[in-house]
Nanobody, 120 residues
């Protein structure tokens, strides 16, 4: 069974930084794209950033220039460095990975979510 374990959420003031981490664990699996999503109360879950196994990245316009996604393929870990945080960044952040295991189709695995709160 593959699972994602997140860490790094918390409460910060506007302008400060946080670094979220997510590690995938299990056996006999490989990861294609890894993503960070977020969802605020009353709003749809949105894609924040994504990174492929080859290192290609993509960001939501709202975080471009402030957030940086990175991964360590050997450790199956993805990170999200969040700088210059704004109150509108407040949300539950979810780690997501497209997982491939032998003899099974590709599927998404989600982390438990971690709360990020940015005060004004």
């Amino acid at each position: 069974q593959v699972q994602l374990v997140e860490s790094g959420g918390g409460l910060v003031q506007a302008g400060e930084s946080l670094r979220l981490s997510c590690a995938a664990s299990g056996s006999s699996f490989s990861i294609n794209v890894m993503r960070w999503y977020r969802q605020a109360p009353g709003k749809l879950r949105e894609l924040v950033a994504a990174i492929t196994s080859g290192g290609s990245t993509n960001y939501a316009d709202s975080v471009k220039g402030r957030f940086t996604i990175s991964r360590d393929n050997a450790k199956n870990t993805v990170n999200l460095q969040m700088n210059s945080l704004k109150p509108e960044d407040t949300a539950v952040y979810y780690c997501n990975a497209a997982i491939k295991v032998p003899w099974y189709p590709l599927r998404d695995v989600w982390g438990q979510g971690t709360q990020v709160t940015v005060s004004s």
